[in-house]
């Protein structure tokens, strides 16, 4: 902070002269861009070093998909694509685990954020000429990154297990930066849980409640064509389906992409729209 | 910037910096705030004195835009603490009860995270957050992480990131409880610093000792009502200040001590009350003239002293000066009365006196 800034001459109507240089707050206080990204990169450094701190946090992204991948090809490939024929169950699964990546590292967000608001920290965030969603937003940047990790780590074990590139790797990416965008929009979801739940556990119990449904009742694990219509129905506005349908269908290059693609967009625009501006909120007015 | 000091530039010194007028804060049925008036004059320190669950942590957090108050008005630095929270939150320092820095993060980074959150370049911050830990004596700390801190470095971190921006204004809230006496002594000799520096700040606590250290004026509160309010001399006068207890060999001059005392019509010496029970001899100290008065003349009567030494009212007693009855929700209470370095003061004069009386 300039000296300036810590020198409000008072005038009247109560206005501070900003005597100093950088950055100017308007005279309501409200700050520039710069100031937003700066803080946002502040913050999510702090949530960097807490993991450099403490890098069993990184169990999860490392480990669940080098499980799933193994469990779910040597548990299901066979029986769905018979003995010997694994490796085209991989194909299958591998995209539709990029969905679920999302969905566990945001369920882990609600949990974290739980844990950390009710340190003393988050009074001092608080109590700063900072906007209050930089610390959510930087939140999810870190997680964002989270994601990055435990989606590559995916891929490479899809790989190993072998996975068969039939797309370009434009649209590997693109299904990448799909189920990002979809996994931020659950963030935000999990983090109004965990602003809203008394605690961690009940973050948890709540969040494997929604959880379990949307996962299985998708096309992450099985083709929908053999569940029953009323089944059917519910996984086709599943986002989780459309999401992973999207990564399939764009990695394998088969099949239509625009309509999962757009349907899932518009999930995480919806998701982000409602749920944002509660947990900003809910953090802004927390006691 | 560094070193500029705000006062040359203030041409209002001595207005307030802080003005609180019929705070009211409820939760639920509780009254936490009812009603509080105070002011902080630029550049000196109040102390807001009271027990656990008076109110001073939810003044202090209205104050800091953390909670909202229900009726009432507050400003600091000019700056409404409803309407201009923004504006207000650049001009303030908040030190809580429970260190609030992250635990996971080292000391330096810590510091250097809230320089650039206060909009301070990545050299500044960085420089700013090596000036702070050097002055707060947390250099050689400075990259283990906080959690394993002792209580006085965890503090002494909170307070050197309360200072990094320069606040006009620095909220204290029981800066010193659950700290050992060396470790409090080292947070007061801080708080003199930054308060020699020119801060203004609001000092909530507990501990009589504690407002006496380090406050200008006192503002008791008790339930969320302020219930005297004075410089702390006046407080102080009120309440009785520092007491002497002098310890006869023999406990029978206990009589003629007391009378003797009186006769010379010293200041304060009326107030003298002799505890046979104890063998000790009560007497108001209101200069340390007086109180080598005091000492000198039963020293020249040939009175024979064992022990003595001086002790400030606990908080239990400043309420029962003020109110009547002794504050009623503390539930650690029994720590309110604690001795202090004031214990420690006291043995020094004891050995200054006992030479002097040896003299």
Redesign the interface.
């Known amino acids: 902070?300039?000296?300036g800034?810590?020198?409000?001459?008072?005038?009247p109507s109560?206005?501070?002269t900003a005597a100093?240089s950088?950055?100017a707050?308007a005279a309501?206080?409200?700050l520039p861009l710069r100031?937003h990204l700066?803080?946002i990169?502040?913050?999510a450094?702090?949530n960097a070093?807490?993991i450099k701190?403490?890098p069993e946090s990184m169990f999860d992204a490392v480990l669940m998909p080098v499980i799933f991948v193994l469990l779910f090809v040597f548990v299901f490939g066979g029986a769905m694509f018979g003995q010997g024929n694994q490796d085209q169950y991989v194909n299958y699964l591998v995209p539709g685990l990029m969905a679920m990546m999302g969905m566990n590292i945001a369920m882990a967000v609600g949990t974290g954020v739980n844990d950390d608001f009710k340190?003393?920290?988050?009074?001092?965030?608080?109590?700063?000429?900072?906007a209050r969603s930089s610390v959510l937003v930087a939140k999810i940047v870190v997680e964002i990154g989270r994601m990055l990790v435990a989606t590559t780590i995916l891929l490479v074990m899809g790989f190993v297990m072998g996975l068969t590139l039939h797309g370009s790797v434009l649209q590997l990416l693109a299904a990448v930066g799909l189920s990002m965008v979809f996994g931020a929009s659950l963030m935000w979801i999990f983090i109004l849980l965990g602003l809203t739940m008394k605690t961690a556990q009940a973050v948890q119990g709540v969040a494997m409640l929604v959880l379990m449904p949307l996962q299985f009742g998708s096309s992450i694990f099985a083709p929908t064509t053999s569940m029953p219509g009323w089944l059917q129905s519910f996984t086709d506005v599943n986002p989780l389906s459309n999401l992973a349908d999207a990564a399939r269908h764009l990695i394998n290059d088969e099949g239509a992409v625009a309509q999962p693609v757009l349907i899932t967009l518009a999930w995480a625009v919806g998701i982000t729209a409602v749920t944002a501006p509660l947990a900003v909120r809910k953090f802004r007015n927390k006691? | 910037?560094v070193g500029?000091t705000?006062n040359d530039?203030?041409?209002?010194r001595g207005?307030h910096a802080v003005e609180v007028r019929g705070l009211v804060k409820h939760f639920g049925e509780t009254k936490a705030l009812d009603g509080v008036d105070l002011d902080v004059r630029e550049g000196t320190v109040l102390g807001v004195l009271g027990p656990n669950g008076a109110g001073k942590t939810t003044l202090v957090?209205c104050l800091?835009?953390?909670?909202v108050p229900d009726a009432g008005t507050a400003?600091v630095?000019?700056?409404?603490v409803v309407r201009?929270?923004?504006?207000l939150?650049?001009?303030?320092g908040?030190t809580?009860q429970?260190?609030?820095?992250?635990?996971?993060?080292s000391g330096w980074?810590n510091l250097y995270?809230?320089g650039?959150?206060?909009?301070?370049s990545r050299k500044e911050a960085r420089a700013r957050a090596d000036e702070m830990l050097e002055r707060f004596s947390l250099t050689e700390a400075a990259k283990r992480?906080a959690g394993g801190y002792s209580g006085g470095m965890r503090r002494r971190l909170d307070l050197a990131?309360s200072m990094?921006?320069?606040?006009?204004v620095l909220y204290l809230d029981e800066p010193t409880t659950g700290l050992d006496p060396r470790t409090r002594n080292e947070v007061w000799d801080e708080v003199q610093r930054m308060v020699a520096e020119g801060a203004t700040v609001l000092l909530t606590t507990q501990y009589m000792e504690e407002a006496e250290q380090l406050a200008d004026e006192l503002t008791v509160i008790d339930r969320g009502k302020v219930i005297a309010k004075g410089k702390v001399d006046e407080l102080k006068a009120r309440v009785g200040g520092r007491t002497m207890r002098i310890r006869p060999v023999d406990p029978g001059d206990l009589p003629a001590m007391a009378r003797a005392l009186a006769e010379t019509g010293l200041d304060g010496v009326a107030g003298t009350q002799a505890v046979p029970d104890e063998g000790t001899l009560l007497v108001p100290i209101l200069s340390d003239e007086q109180l080598t008065a005091v000492v000198g003349l039963l020293a020249a009567r040939g009175y024979a002293i064992a022990d003595l030494g001086t002790y400030l009212p606990s908080l239990d007693e400043v309420f029962l000066a003020i109110t009547g009855h002794r504050p009623t929700r503390g539930e650690d209470r029994g720590s309110a009365g604690r001795p202090g370095p004031d214990a420690h003061t006291g043995n020094n004069e004891q050995t200054d006196q006992n030479e002097e009386v040896a003299a």
């Open positions: 902070m300039s000296a800034t810590t020198t409000p001459t008072r005038t109560g206005a501070a100093a950088r950055p707050p309501d206080g409200r100031s700066r803080h990169g502040a913050l450094r702090r070093l807490q701190a403490d340190k003393g920290v988050m009074d001092r965030f608080r109590s700063m000429p900072i006691t | 910037m500029m705000r530039k203030n041409p209002q207005a957090r800091s835009t953390l909670l400003t630095a000019g700056y409404d201009q929270p923004r504006q939150r650049r001009t303030i908040l809580g429970y260190a609030s820095v992250d635990e996971k993060l980074e995270m809230i650039r959150l206060l909009d301070l992480p990131a990094i921006g320069r606040p006009a």
